[in-house]
């Protein structure tokens, strides 16, 4: 199958944690990919782009009352793919897309991939119409039903990185990290908030010899952690930026990952505990919105009391950490970029795309059975993406916000609608 995504890529950022993994898994599959990728203006790239990476757009935040340039189509329009993917519409320059979006729906289907955690504010997110929209869990389909048809919403879950274990003491070697430290380690866009715990982990340094090692390449948070490192000897600070190569080796030296962060006001996800999952490595995480989705697959904890205590378990190897270690490990095979991306292709499928005969990719065995058929009868028992809100042959009616089902029908209706109940604007 060919496919184009029009993506944030090889940034750090959750966006691009959901569609590396899972762009790579396609073209590992055998299918056809071209990644669309804005060209960042002020954030570092974790590694070179591939051959199929095209940068041609601005993000559509920041820049668009002072950048010339902001949407190049030709290699949107040039490429030819059989679905269009478009990952976090809000991120994206809409205006310019919209133009030479009835282009792209005469060539290709279309799927938007949700970031989304809340109805959007921008009007233009409402112009779009999408032949199916893909959410991570059940909690985004609350406000989404109130925009789409129900039939065309689908759960597929955010994706991780591959089970992927490594040698603790290699890691260490590799990384010049000690190898007679219990390793905590710190690593996320928020990082800055980890601080807090520094303290608690204090505590332990008197029974345990404990190195928090933090790895940012965000230079505000630089003096926090060069100032707590000046106070706390087993506090070092690395700089820089990681590939999900080099973050995994991180992981494999250490014992423990720490996932800080307070509930947000929206629907949530953590793609750095899914990015990280997969290592083997314990994480420990603020028991918040962004992992409420998760269970046994992470140590969550309430308050620094609790903190310490599950950071006491891992370095003692008790049993609940091994639980956790295997229900990790399982979670990650349902869910891992090889699993989610044959879903995707037979959803694809399902719309009428093409497919091409897919490879056996030997780093999961399990693939090498299975069979994307052309046949939409299939797709539900094949890929398990199931509509999370009605069966696909009921009809759509969105009585929460006044639409009525003759209405739905309409799309010049139906959106507005939905646009200004969830907004309280008026779509133009």
């Not at 935040?61 to 990952?87: A, H, I, K």
Request: proline content about 7%.
């Amino acid at each position: 199958m060919k496919i184009g995504m029009m993506t944030r890529w090889n940034v750090p950022c959750g966006v691009a944690a959901h569609a590396e993994p899972l762009g790579r898994a396609w073209v590992e599959m055998g299918h056809q990919l071209r990644v669309f990728a804005p060209i960042e203006w002020n954030t570092l790239q974790t590694q070179e782009d591939e051959p199929y990476v095209t940068r041609c757009y601005r993000l559509n935040s920041g820049w668009r009352d002072w950048e010339e340039f902001f949407l190049n189509p030709q290699p949107v329009l040039e490429e030819d793919y059989d679905v269009f993917v478009v990952q976090n519409l809000e991120l994206m320059p809409m205006p310019e897309l919209f133009q030479i979006y009835p282009k792209i729906r005469e060539r290709a289907k279309t799927v938007l991939i949700i970031h989304e955690g809340k109805a959007p504010t921008d009007p233009q997110f409402y112009n779009f119409e999408w032949d199916a929209v893909v959410c991570f869990d059940e909690r985004y389909t609350g406000y989404l039903s109130k925009i789409y048809p129900r039939e065309k919403l689908f759960i597929i879950p955010y994706v991780c990185h591959p089970d992927e274990h490594g040698d603790k003491f290699e890691a260490r070697s590799k990384l010049g990290l000690p190898l007679d430290k219990k390793i905590i380690f710190s690593y996320g866009i928020g990082v800055d908030r980890n601080a807090y715990l520094v303290p608690t982990v204090a505590r332990l340094a008197g029974k345990y010899p404990i190195l928090f090692l933090v790895l940012t390449h965000i230079e505000e948070h630089f003096p926090i952690f060069e100032a707590l490192a000046q106070k706390y000897k087993f506090v070092e600070l690395r700089k820089g930026i990681a590939s999900t190569k080099r973050l995994y080796t991180y992981l494999h030296a250490s014992d423990a990952a720490i996932f800080h962060k307070p509930p947000a006001q929206a629907i949530v996800v953590s793609s750095t505990v899914f990015e990280c999952l997969g290592a083997g490595c314990p994480i420990l995480a603020y028991d918040s919105n962004f992992v409420e989705t998760l269970s046994d697959e992470i140590l969550k904890y309430k308050d620094f009391g609790e903190l310490e205590q599950r950071l006491a378990d891992v370095f003692e190897e008790r049993e609940n950490v091994k639980e956790c270690l295997q229900a990790a490990e399982a979670y990650v095979m349902k869910n891992s970029s090889y699993t989610l991306g044959k879903r995707f292709i037979a959803l694809f499928e399902s719309l009428g795309a093409a497919a091409i005969k897919l490879k056996v990719v030997v780093q999961e065995p399990q693939l090498a059975t299975a069979v994307v058929t052309p046949e939409a009868v299939s797709f539900a028992k094949e890929a398990e993406v199931t509509p999370p809100v009605r069966d696909l042959g009921q009809p759509s009616q969105v009585t929460s916000v006044g639409i009525t089902e003759e209405e739905s029908l309409a799309e010049d209706t139906r959106i507005p609608s939905a646009y200004e109940s969830l907004t309280g604007g008026t779509l133009p």
